[in-house]
Nanobody
């Protein structure tokens, strides 16, 4: 069983930055594709970004491309989401996700591709 624990959320003004972290339990972290989804109030959960097992490949939603950066440290069992130039529309609960599937063998933007989810961390961007 894998557990994912997010941290780093908070309140920030528009144009500011935050870095989210997600620590995973287990000894096989480096074999999992990791990513982030988010859910804004009154909206459906949406894909944000995903990173391959080695970190060499990433895939971003258009809405965050150029502003957000995902990275991972396999030695620390942790994935990060650096969020810059934040906008009020980025306000949401951010969820860390994990997939045991191979990079090219599933729809990376679909919630069904991810077997494990964290509890979420709130990000609020004020205007």
């Amino acid at each position: 069983q894998v557990q994912l624990v997010e941290s780093g959320g908070g309140l920030v003004q528009a144009g500011g930055s935050l870095r989210l972290s997600c620590a995973a339990s287990g000894r096989t972290f480096s074999t999992y594709v990791m990513g982030w989804f988010r859910q804004a109030p009154g909206k459906e959960r949406e894909f944000v970004v995903v990173i391959s097992t080695s970190g060499a490949r990433t895939y971003y939603a258009d809405s965050v491309k150029g502003r957000f950066t995902i990275s991972r440290d396999n030695a620390k069992n942790t994935v990060y989401l650096q969020m810059n130039s934040l906008k009020p529309e980025d306000t949401a609960v951010y969820y860390c996700v994990l997939s045991p599937k191979s990079w090219g063998r599933y729809d990376r933007a679909s919630q069904s591709g991810y077997d494990y989810w964290g509890q979420g961390t709130q990000v609020t961007v004020s205007s």
